[in-house]
Each structure stands twice: as structure tokens, then as C-alpha cells.
């Protein structure tokens, strides 16, 4: 028989045994070691290692100038320098290649689809830091400057769960790439981050130093949820056997379109998902095509629009800035046209401006009641073929403005603006149930139907509205109202600032 005490003594001993084998088993099974990759572009060099963490893809890069004069790189906004992705080796199928229309509406579905087939962002993590804490965020002031000799460490993640490339694909048909790009113009500001993923190739083309690995050579992984059914342009194929469809197509403009919308059919997500649904719209009518099929594209019925619903081309004259306003010389925007859109009717002469108009007050003026002409102004960035709009304009009087008073701000998170009376607001948002979504996609539609631009939209009988797309995007745009000697008001002007116009507060 053990003593007790010998025993106790006995289990400690063992129990110090067992913590130093496992100390022993822990040093001898240590993180694997990273795969080690490189590469140059005229003496700027770009080396990494990525290692499999056991949940993440971890990427540490060392970007260095070996040159003997200084190299400006282009950061993102956030100030790092270099981009990692997941990529893809394998895509979903395109299909067929049609002709003419058919093939240009189908450009449009492939665009969505590779959408679908974009790469995974790494996250950005602390270098020497194994953690998941992510670095502060500034945003730089200019362009990064590395000197002769001087080199920039990052480190990047990306955890299984967050990729969805990892999960369709597996890691035989995915790739870790990596790049930096230098400046096109050390004197001109620009993003790494701030462009679509379409873009990105001819943008940077020329200026890149770029390096890429197979992520089978770091890990091996199954795909856990692969892709299933047709693709997005496999199914438009099937969708276009239905030869009424398919000779309705054959017959618009090919250069008409506006945008092609195919939902896949998801009936487990309710009635209303049971069905393939491809909307298209054309430049020749405010009013959208609607397709619906089964689920592998058979059963088409088809829905076209009215004839009575074609568009109409708004008038073009040359563009203007607002009365008493002028431009900064810095923008890299030109003044074109001003698109008339059409008049606003004020039924109690109060406006309304602002996007979703949950919130909006009228501004703080009333004028007579009657409907008044509201134009965009456009502006084209450089030497691109598009225009973007400047500004929107209320004309409510043709009185001099001799002053512009600041009328606060609105804010956008969808892309548009919206001009209307205080009673068009609450026709807006008293629209039975399920027809407020129904309403403003006719809206949109319209909108696309005039390039993306603008539209006037009849509410009822005594309301309508004026919509334009603002600017370039979302954010916070400054509304200012104009007036005469008398005081009263002769214009609502909301600027997106594509012009950098000088108002008097500025």
C-alpha cells in the first residue's frame, strides 16, 4: 500500500512530466512555416510569405525600393500600399456568344455574374501582431514616397469563413495575388481601393509589380458549399429558346440598353422566389421588360411594355452655373449641358428636396402655387465619354439673384435626389402597402431609360417629381436658395460637387 503523501507526491511528479512533454510536443509542432514568394518591377521588389494559420490565410509582405532615386507608390485609403486578394482560376460558364441586341443585354447579365466571381479582400492586421486587430485607419494626404533603400511591412488576412471563393471553389482552383502599383502621376492623388473591380487591369496596367501563389501550396481545402444550378448566362441562354422573347430583343437597338436584372429562381425562399425572373430595361421605354420562367428557363411568360410608356429625350442646352456663382479652376470636371427635365408642380408652393423624403420639411419659403422648371446640369470627368450630374435647379423666379443663402444639407445613401412639392412628399410615402417598392423601381427604371440621369415621374393628377442621380455616389450635398432684391426666392440649386462651385459661405 502507497503512503497518501508518497501518492500526492507521485501525481505531482507526473503531472510536471506531462506539462513539459506537452511544452516539448508544442515546441516540436510549432506554426508551420510560411511559403515564401517574390517579385520586382524595375528594382521595386515585393516579398511575402503566406502561411495557413490553422482558421486564416495570413500574407506578411515587405515592399522595398532598391532603386537609386525615390519611387512614389499609390496607396489606399487607409494609407497601405499593398493589395491582397483571394483570386479565382475557375469561373462560372458564360455560355453561349450571341449577336447584335441578344449578346448586348447578355454582356450586361455577365456582368453581374462576374460579380459573383469576384476575389476575396484581405483584411488588414498589425505587423508582428499574430491577432486579429486590425491597424489604425488614416487616410493619406498625398502618395506614398519610399526613398532609396527604404522598405514598407504589411500584414494580411483573410479567415476561412469570410471567403467566399474558399468555400465554392476549395483551394485547388483559388490564388493569392498580391500587388502594388506605382504612381501614374506623382502630383495627382489617387486610391488603390477607389475603383471597380472591372477597372482595376487598365488602370493600373504598365505600373505594377505583382507576385501570386497557388493556394494549394499553403493549405488543402474542399470547397464546403460548391456551386450549384446554371449560371447567370446559361440560364439567360435557356431563357432565350422562347422565341417571342428572343425577336422582341432582336428588334431594339443594341446600344439602347439600360440594364438586364436575372434572378436565378429560389423557391425555398417563398412564392414570390419560385420563378426565374429577368427584367431588362431599354432606353425606348420608361416602362421594364419583365421575363418570368421555371427554374431551368422553361415556361417563359413575357411582359413588355406599353407603347404609350416610350421614352422621351429631354431637351439639351448649353450648360450654365447658377446665377452670380463661378467655378474653381481645380476640378477635373467640365461644364457641358443642362438637361431640362421638366416643371415641378407646387400645388401650396412649398419644395421639397432630399432623397428617401421619410424626414423632409419643406425649405423655409412659400411661393405661389403652379409648377416650375427644374434642369440638371451636367459634367464630364476628363476625357471619359459619360456625363455625371453637377448640380440640380429649381427655377422658381426669373428676378436677378443678387444673394444665396445655405438652406442646409441633404443626405444621400442611395445615388439619387429627389425634388417634389410638400404634397407630393406624402403621396410618396402614403403608397398602399407593397406599392411603395413597386413605385420606386418605376421611377428607376425611368430614370435608366434617360441614361441614369434624370427623371419627371406624375405622382397624381396635381403631383409629380423630379429625380436626378447625384453626382458620383452617396454623401452629404449642401442645398442653397436664391434671391432676388425683394427677397424672395428664385432658385434651389443642390450641389454635388463635381464643380467646385464658389458659393458666397465658402
Known amino acids: ?24 510536443v508544442a515546441a516540436c509542432s510549432a506554426a508551420p512555416e ?5 517579385g520586382e518591377r524595375d528594382g521595386l521588389t515585393l516579398q511575402a510569405g503566406v502561411t495557413n494559420t490553422g482558421h486564416s490565410i495570413a ?22 500600399v499593398v493589395d491582397v486578394e483571394l483570386e479565382r482560376t475557375e469561373f462560372r460558364p ?33 505587423v508582428g501582431d499574430s491577432s486579429t486587430a486590425v491597424p489604425t485607419c488614416s487616410r493619406p494626404e498625398g502618395l506614398t514616397t519610399l526613398e532609396p533603400g527604404q522598405a514598407v511591412a504589411e500584414r494580411w488576412e483573410l479567415p476561412f469563413e469570410d471567403s467566399v471563393a474558399l468555400r465554392e471553389l476549395g483551394s485547388d482552383a483559388t490564388k493569392v495575388s498580391l500587388e502594388a502599383v506605382e504612381a501614374r502621376d506623382p502630383g495627382e492623388l489617387e486610391f488603390l481601393d477607389i475603383l471597380p473591380a472591372d477597372a482595376e487591369d487598365d488602370a493600373r496596367d504598365g505600373r505594377v509589380v505583382r507576385v501570386e501563389l497557388q493556394l494549394s501550396e499553403v493549405l488543402q481545402r474542399e470547397a464546403s458549399d460548391p456551386i450549384k444550378g446554371p449560371s447567370y448566362g446559361e440560364l439567360f441562354d435557356q431563357l432565350l429558346q422562347d422565341d417571342a422573347l428572343r425577336r422582341w430583343i432582336e428588334s431594339q437597338p443594341a446600344d439602347a440598353w439600360g440594364s438586364a436584372d436575372l434572378r436565378p429562381a429560389y423557391p425555398d425562399y417563398g ?7 429577368l427584367k431588362l430595361v431599354t432606353k425606348e421605354f420608361e416602362q421594364a421588360v419583365l421575363v418570368t420562367a421555371e427554374a431551368d428557363g422553361s ?14 429625350p429631354y431637351a439639351r442646352t448649353a450648360g450654365t452655373l447658377p446665377p452670380g456663382i463661378t467655378a474653381f479652376p481645380d476640378s477635373e470636371y467640365a461644364l457641358t449641358d443642362d438637361l431640362q427635365i421638366g416643371k415641378v408642380k407646387l400645388p401650396s408652393g412649398r419644395v421639397v428636396v432630399g432623397e428617401y423624403l421619410d424626414d423632409e420639411e419643406p425649405l423655409a419659403f412659400t411661393v405661389a402655387p403652379g409648377a416650375y422648371p427644374a434642369h440638371a446640369t451636367l459634367a464630364r470627368y476628363r476625357d471619359y465619354p459619360n456625363d455625371d450630374v453637377a448640380f440640380l435647379s429649381l427655377v422658381l423666379s426669373e428676378s436677378p439673384t443678387v444673394r444665396w443663402q445655405p438652406s442646409g444639407a441633404i443626405a444621400v445613401d442611395g445615388g439619387t ?4 412639392s410638400d404634397e407630393g412628399r406624402d403621396d410618396l410615402l402614403n403608397a398602399p402597402e407593397g406599392g411603395s417598392l413597386e413605385l420606386s423601381e418605376a421611377i428607376f427604371d425611368s430614370m435608366v431609360a434617360h ?20 453626382g458620383v455616389g452617396d454623401g452629404g450635398y449642401p442645398v442653397y436658395v436664391g434671391y432676388d432684391a425683394a427677397g424672395k426666392p428664385t432658385r434651389v440649386v443642390v450641389d454635388f460637387y463635381l464643380l467646385h462651385l464658389c458659393w458666397p459661405d465658402a
Open 94 to 126: 458564360e455560355g453561349r456568344q450571341w449577336r447584335g441586341s441578344i449578346q448586348a443585354v447578355k454582356d450586361l447579365v455577365l456582368a453581374d455574374q462576374s460579380f459573383l466571381d469576384r476575389p476575396d479582400s484581405f483584411a488588414p492586421r498589425r
Open 451 to 470: 441614361d441614369y440621369l434624370a427623371t419627371e415621374w406624375a405622382l397624381t393628377p396635381e403631383t409629380n417629381l423630379v429625380q436626378v442621380a447625384s
Open 299 to 312: 415556361d417563359v411568360v413575357l411582359e413588355l411594355p406599353d407603347e404609350d410608356t416610350r421614352a422621351q
Open 59 to 80: 500574407v506578411d509582405i515587405v515592399l522595398r525600393n532598391e532603386r537609386v532615386e525615390p519611387v512614389v507608390v499609390v496607396p489606399d485609403q487607409c494609407g497601405r
Open 271 to 277: 412564392p414570390e422566389f419560385a420563378r426565374v425572373l
Open 417 to 420: 435626389t429627389t425634388l417634389t
Open 34 to 38: 510560411p511559403v515564401t514568394l517574390s
Open 1 to 24: 500500500m502507497v503512503h497518501p503523501m508518497l501518492g500526492s507526491r507521485v501525481a505531482i511528479v507526473l503531472k510536471l512530466r506531462l506539462s513539459l512533454f506537452a511544452l516539448l
